[in-house]
């Protein structure tokens, strides 16, 4: 039976201890105000915002406000530009405000390439939104390109074979990373411990933490096509990284544009608490679909990740040398003492009445450790 929580109930309350149930919550409303989020509540933030200047989402900007309309009708483009981001920076003020001390804001964005009149310019919204979040006081980090693998034979734009009126093909979108302050603490045993069981195999960090990222995206096909298809949804791996990257088991990761609900997926399966955020209800049979059949396909993510890492350990141990440690909850090896308390579980039941209340269990996972390792 799902857990009661009181209508009050708020997830940055959870203890540490007790991440082996986790909760989310998913609210219909408009992110410019996040009045239902406490200040300094939330350990992660991942999203991706419609996309300034790109042409699937001027109708949404002139909704929010019409001199947006007012100004891609008359042609200024660049008076567009700032007036759609300044309905983000609203938002990126919000997040200045839940986002606890040390932690970590994670943005998918594209640029954009468009003629305005005769006038053909890039907008570039990774800069703009750089600029919004140093303003802010947070830090930037190094960021990630993500490439998107376009094949159209039309996918060049301007002159052709004749220079000099030729333009680059935009083929990377930007995962940035900001930091609210210096580096997160973890100085209490029970922050190690669980510190410690999140942490993630050497050789993830390897390919997590190079900048250019190249995840295949997930194909999209329900009932509910027309709405997918305006949903712009990020691949689950894209989150499903971040998360592991950023945050800790039983931390609150908070998406404030949350469309299909990739990000609440990707915390679910990561052992992490979270709120989502969207304003168009069109979404919710999507979400309710979404976590019915969450469990296996997280799941399955998870117990991948495991059979990647053996048969990297065969490989490595076949080519190279004997590895040095030996992971305590499943019994393989691993190369460094940092991995030998990780632990991945799978979800039990995902229980919900409604999607303000989603509690998750989760168990150990026994199949891999006796097939493999008893
Ligand atoms: C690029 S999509 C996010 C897709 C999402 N990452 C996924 O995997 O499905 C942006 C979403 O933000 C929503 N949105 C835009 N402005 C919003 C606002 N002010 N408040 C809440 N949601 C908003 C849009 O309806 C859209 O679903």
Not at 175 to 191: H, P, S
Request: charged letters at 25%; glycine letters at 6%.
């Amino acid at each position: 039976m799902p857990e009661k929580i009181s209508e009050n109930h708020l997830i940055d309350d959870h203890h540490e201890k007790e991440y082996k149930t986790t909760r989310h919550r998913i609210e219909f409303s408009d992110s410019r105000s996040l009045s239902t989020i406490k200040n300094e509540s939330i350990d992660l933030v991942v999203t991706s915002p419609p996309y300034p200047m790109i042409e699937m989402w001027d109708s949404l900007f002139a909704s929010l406000n019409q001199e947006i309309g007012e100004a891609l009708e008359s042609n200024d483009g660049s008076r567009a530009f700032e007036l759609m981001n300044q309905e983000l920076d609203k938002v990126w003020g919000e997040l200045a405000r839940v986002v606890k001390k040390n932690g970590f804001v994670c943005i998918n964005i594209g640029d954009a390439t468009r003629k305005i009149g005769e006038q053909f310019q890039l907008y570039s919204n990774h800069s703009r939104i750089t600029t919004a979040f140093i303003a802010l006081g947070f830090q930037p980090l190094p960021i990630a390109l993500w490439k998107k693998v376009t094949n159209s034979p039309n996918k060049f734009m301007g002159s052709g074979m004749l220079p000099a009126g030729a333009y680059i093909t935009l083929e990377h979108e930007y995962i940035l990373v900001f930091r609210n302050g210096g580096k997160r603490e973890f100085n209490t045993d029970d922050k190690k411990n669980i510190r410690s069981q999140s942490a993630f195999f050497w050789e993830e960090r390897n390919r997590w933490f190079s900048d250019s990222w190249d995840l295949k995206g997930v194909k999209q096909s329900t009932d509910s096509e027309n709405v997918r298809q305006r949903s712009a949804a990020f691949t689950f791996e894209l989150p499903y990284r971040l998360i592991n990257m950023y945050s800790v088991k039983g931390d609150t990761i908070l998406d404030p544009f949350l469309g299909t609900g990739t990000t609440t997926f990707a915390a679910i399966a990561s052992e992490r608490n979270s709120i989502g955020i969207e304003f168009d209800n069109n979404f919710y049979s999507i979400l309710v679909d979404g976590l019915k059949y969450l469990r296996e396909y997280a799941n399955n993510t998870v117990t991948k990740r495991l059979e990647d890492h053996i048969a990297f350990c065969e490989e490595y141990q076949k080519e190279k040398s004997p590895m040095k440690y030996q992971n305590k909850c499943f019994g393989f090896p691993v190369m460094t003492k940092q991995e030998t308390d990780l632990d991945l579980k799978h979800v039990s039941a995902i229980n919900f009445s409604d999607l303000q209340n989603i509690t998750v269990e989760y168990q150990p996972i026994l199949t891999i450790q006796q097939s493999l390792f008893l």
